[in-house]
Structure formats: C-alpha cells, structure tokens
C-alpha cells in the first residue's frame, strides 16, 4: 500500500466518526481474504514477514512522508542522527488508557469517545514508565482516545521534545500550518494518525452494554465476537479483518522507519494492538485469543537484523532491566541523565 493510499482516508484530529466508518467499509483491504483461515494463518504472516523484509529498503527509499519535510533531524544535545548507522530501533505499543465507554462497559469499536480522568492519569503513568525511551515518531489510529494518550505520555518524556500532528489535508491546510525555524522543528516528534490503527469496528454491538450483550446473547456468542480471530460480530470486523488494515499499514508504513533506525510508539487499541502483536510475535489464531491488553500499559519491543524482539512492559523509568536491553538505551539514558538540566528545563 502506497503512503498515499494509506493517507487518504486520514480524517482530521478530531475526526468525523461516521466518515471514518465509511471509509474503512470502503476498503477492499477488510474483506476477508479467501483461504486465509485459521491453520493457514501462522504461514500468512510468516509469509508477509519474508516479503515485507526483502522490500523494507525499498519502501523505505520511496515512502516519502511529509515528516521528512516538514522535520529535519535533530542537532540537539542527543543528536538523533546518531540511529542513522544503527540497525537496532525500540517500538513501543500503548492501548490508550481508560475511556469513557470502557469505564461504562460499553462496547466502542470505532466511535470517537475520549478519556476519562483514569485514563488521563493513565497515560500520564504510562508515559513516565517510557520517559527514557527515545521516541523519533508517533504513529496514532484517528481517535481520540489514542491520540490524547500518546500527547498525554509525551508531555512526560524527558527528551522534552514537541508531538506535532500532521494532518492530512488540502495543500492549503498543509502550507497553513508550516514551521519556519530549523529549531523548532528540531525540538518537534511528528504524530502520524492513520485510521488503519482504529479499534476494530465493532458493527451493530457499538454503544451497548458489555454485560448486557452477554446476557442477551450468551456469554460464549459473546466471548467469540469479542475474541475469536475470525468471527466477525454482527456487521463488525473480526481480528482478521482488523489485522487486514493494521498489520498492512505497520508493514508498509512503520516497519521502514525501524528498519531506518527510528524509534516509533504506536498509540492504539485494544484488537488493532493484539493483530499487530500477534504478527510480531508470530502468534497464531489460538493464542491469540488470550491475548488481552490492558489500557494504559506500554511494551517495548526492540527491533534488530530485521527481527522484532519483545521486551515486556518498562514498570517504571528507572528500571534498571529496560537500559539493559540494548547498549543505545543505556546511552540514550546516560545522556539523559547528563544533561538533564538542560532538557528538563
Ligand atoms: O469496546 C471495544 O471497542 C473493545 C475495547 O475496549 O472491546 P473488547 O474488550 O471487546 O475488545
């Protein structure tokens, strides 16, 4: 999928929540594949892998994204060209913290629904836990919930650097919101929000009661919508759907900027997180029903020699077993530390 393609349907930050739905209805991207069933699943992903890292250095040369435009690399004190020569990037995966629906226990999908004070103090939380973890990008789905998450989480990391959204609008809008100083920009992380990172669609269970739905219907009908990799609830996506878009947009968009040395956070969902971890970790239909993520929570994964290497959850920011995972976070840290006066001022 092209960076355009993949931009087109990007709806502006606090986006229109029917046009988002129609839009990824639209997608020929959601049907679900043929054959592409529960025993084939492990070797389509595997088989993505493989294609995906063969072509990496050449999405990576053509994608050309209006970050690269708009931000140039840093001069600051930690020079973030210093991952050029680097083959190793961290990924981080938040689900956004609790929303106003998760808190009434109400089925969400892809409505727009934004957080509640938990799930603003859990971002905050969230966002110490990784504040010294270098960041380079932000990707985002177009809800709010993720997107109030990952500004939220930023705002806590010690680097102090500025999340700027990029929208994608009309080349007026675009020109309209240009920044004139090297500086700045400099000083600036992009946030790429991308509808293919939404919760998946939840059909005709949007808006009503979790419990209730149970009830209604019988906790195992329930438990297959909610969990189940292929059984899409009524007019909803399953995971394999929602994998379709999601895993389709982190291969093509996310992956060439690990592969460039960037260090990415992913602000999203709960299922559009569990189909991405269930390609990075390679995990099949089965296992991926137990899978539960839980709001607010990041994991790291490291990503090296084309290979994603999972790295738990940073409990806090001190840590000392997350600056052990890799020499460039202990030096991202250690020069943290160094000039903490000057970042944090
Ligand atoms: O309602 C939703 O959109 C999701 C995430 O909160 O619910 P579930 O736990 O069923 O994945």
């Given amino acids: 999928m092209s960076t355009a393609i993949a931009y087109q349907s990007i709806s502006s930050f606090v986006s229109h929540q029917s046009s988002t739905i129609s839009q990824s209805s639209r997608q020929p991207l959601l049907?679900?594949?043929?054959?592409?069933?529960i025993n084939l699943s492990l070797s389509y992903y595997t088989s993505r892998r493989k294609i995906n890292?063969?072509?990496?250095?050449?999405?990576?040369?053509?994608?050309s994204v209006p970050y690269n435009t708009l931000l140039s690399p840093s001069k600051n004190i930690i020079p973030d060209n210093s991952h050029k020569?680097?083959?190793?990037?961290?990924?981080?995966?938040i689900r956004h913290g609790e929303s106003l629906w998760n808190a009434k226990n109400l089925f969400t999908g892809?409505?727009?629904?934004?957080?509640?004070?938990?799930?603003?103090?859990?971002?905050?939380?969230?966002?110490?836990?990784?504040?010294?973890?270098?960041?380079?990008?932000?990707?985002?789905?177009?809800?709010?919930?993720?997107?109030?998450t990952a500004m939220l989480a930023m705002i806590q990391h010690r680097r102090k650097k500025v999340p700027i959204i990029l929208h994608n609008e009309s080349d007026q809008a675009k020109s309209w919101s240009q920044v004139f100083?090297?500086?700045?920009?400099?000083?600036?992380?992009?946030?790429?929000?991308?509808?293919?990172?939404?919760?998946?669609?939840?059909?005709?269970?949007?808006?009503l009661n979790k419990q209730e739905t149970a009830e209604r219907y019988g906790k195992q009908q329930v438990h297959e919508w909610r969990r189940s990799y292929d059984i899409p609830p009524p007019k909803g996506e399953s995971l394999e759907m929602c994998a379709e878009r999601a895993v389709a947009y982190f291969e093509d968009n996310i992956e060439p900027k690990l592969a460039a040395g960037k260090n990415v956070m992913i602000a999203a969902h709960g299922n559009s997180l569990r189909s991405i971890i269930m390609y990075l970790d390679k995990?099949?239909?089965?296992?991926?029903?137990?899978?539960?993520?839980?709001?607010?929570?990041?994991?790291?994964?490291i990503f090296k020699d084309g290979k994603f290497m999972k790295r738990g959850s940073p409990v806090g920011p001190t840590e000392a077993g997350v600056?052990?995972?890799?020499?460039?976070?202990?030096?991202?840290?250690?020069?943290?530390?160094?000039?903490?006066e000057v970042l944090c001022s």
């Fill in 31 to 37: 049907l679900p594949t043929k054959g592409f069933k």
């Fill in 53 to 63: 890292f063969s072509k990496i250095e050449a999405i990576a040369s053509q994608t």
């Fill in 85 to 93: 020569k680097s083959n190793e990037a961290a990924l981080i995966l």
């Fill in 110 to 148: 892809c409505v727009d629904v934004p957080l509640t004070e938990k799930g603003v103090e859990e971002a905050i939380e969230a966002g110490k836990r990784i504040s010294n973890i270098p960041i380079d990008i932000i990707f985002t789905s177009s809800l709010i919930r993720a997107q109030m």
């Fill in 181 to 207: 100083s090297e500086e700045t920009k400099d000083q600036s992380v992009p946030v790429i929000p991308a509808w293919q990172l939404n919760e998946r669609m939840y059909g005709e269970l949007q808006g």
């Fill in 283 to 301: 995990l099949t239909c089965k296992e991926v029903i137990s899978l539960e993520l839980s709001t607010g929570i990041p994991l790291l994964y």
């Fill in 323 to 340: 600056y052990a995972y890799t020499k460039r976070l202990a030096q991202y840290r250690q020069k943290l530390d160094d000039n903490s």
